[in-house]
């Protein structure tokens, strides 16, 4: 039974010996460098990569309205069609409207023959009262010659001077209601005329004509509904032109101090994710917008008409702003550049699983690398991806 014992016991320490030997023989390293790049020169590019959608430029969505009342009698567009600035494309019922223009035509044409008729009746009127007022005027110096001489009356001078003074203030009279009956019946002209027009303008909005060139992308009235027109203008159809779109790029408060006008700028929309669109930024918004709790600033960019042929209002886009550019520079991938302790830090690779810390200062920050100012050099090898042994606590 002693022998089991000590046989027991010997076993027991030589596989206890035999693991801790396996151990130490394979003992995982303090750092393991799983991938690496090198340091090298290049170009680099600082990027700000933001969100924006894709909108009509102002004036390029019109909404065109009725200003009167009326039933639609022809509509002659729907959603998708394209139309042409000027084109007709709906009519409204315009028999009211047609049957008041000829009772104002008939009386307008009324009120015109009665300013012919004061233009031609009252001077030929006038003339004639001159001519009583002369004859009267010359019977009046006549009576006042004879009675010089006592060869007439005190009555027959009075008589003639009361028929001259009559006569006189009734040339004076019909040229007042000349010059009276004139700017009534000129000013009846042209109220009437002005009314005229007035109905004919009416009569425009029943014939409705497409504004701009674009597609029609909403129609809200059908043939035979009733338009009924009061403080607000009724809306008919929505015309687009797609060939006038713009990109909002709603970029971060924390961003918005390196955007500047003329930037250039790329992206891509969700429905072609290889396809690269370029632009640049033409203003920045100065009022911000609040989403999610967030402020962003809007930087606008106009698209060119051939972009506008392939995109659509509303899309989605993804955009990178570049706002500066260097070539020729020591660069090193992102992943390289650590921040331990407030400190920005590199590990070298310098043997198989070994590396030194050392400090580096940085500048540009690309997509993919970043510009190295000082604390590298050209082919140093750096880790990208590493595993640190733990540090021990106190």
Do not use: C
Request: avoid cysteine; glycine fraction near 6%; charge should be neutral.
């Amino acid at each position: 039974m002693k022998r089991v014992w000590i046989g027991l016991v010997l076993s027991v320490l030589v596989l206890g010996g035999g693991f801790l030997a396996y151990r130490k023989a394979f003992k995982a390293p303090s750092v393991q460098v799983l991938e690496s790049a090198t340091v090298e020169r290049g170009s680099i590019r600082g990027v700000l990569v933001e969100t924006g959608i894709l909108k009509p430029q102002v004036g390029a969505v019109v909404k065109i309205g009725a200003r009167i009342t009326g039933t639609v009698v022809s509509m002659k567009v729907k959603i998708g069609d394209p139309v042409e600035a000027g084109q007709l494309i709906a009519l409204i019922d315009d028999r009211e409207l047609r049957r008041s223009i000829d009772r104002q035509k008939a009386a307008l044409e009324s009120a015109r023959w009665t300013l012919d008729q004061v233009e031609l009746t009252y001077p030929q009127r006038i003339k004639e009262a001159e001519a009583n007022q002369r004859y009267a005027r010359a019977n009046y110096e006549r009576e006042q010659k004879l009675m010089e001489r006592e060869f007439t009356t005190g009555d027959a001078l009075d008589r003639a001077r009361s028929q001259f003074e009559a006569l006189e203030a009734n040339v004076k009279r019909l040229r007042d209601e000349y010059r009276t009956q004139l700017q009534i019946s000129g000013a009846r002209v042209e109220e009437l005329e002005a009314q005229l027009k007035q109905l004919e303008v009416s009569l425009s909005y029943t014939r409705i004509h497409a504004p701009i060139d674009g597609v029609v992308s909403d129609v809200t009235i059908q043939e035979g509904e009733t338009i009924v027109t009061g403080l607000q203008v009724a809306n008919l159809v929505t015309i687009l032109d797609t060939s006038r779109l713009e990109m909002w790029i709603y970029v971060d408060e924390t961003n918005i101090g390196r955007v500047q006008v003329d930037q250039a700028v790329e992206f891509y929309v969700d429905t072609f994710p290889d396809q690269t669109f370029h632009g640049r930024i033409q203003r920045v918004h100065p009022q911000p917008i609040n989403r999610d709790n967030i402020v962003y600033y809007l930087a606008i960019v106009q698209l060119t008409a051939r972009d506008a042929e392939v995109l659509k209002p509303e899309m989605t886009t993804h955009v990178r702003i570049i706002y500066e550019q260097k070539d020729s520079v020591l660069t090193a991938p992102n992943a390289a550049l650590k921040f331990e302790e407030g400190r920005q830090v590199a590990y070298v690779v310098v043997g198989e699983n070994r590396v030194e810390k050392t400090d580096i200062k940085s500048g540009v920050r690309g997509e993919d690398r970043t510009e190295i100012q000082s604390g590298l050099r050209e082919g140093d090898r750096v880790a990208t991806k590493i595993i640190l042994p733990a540090e021990k606590k106190p």
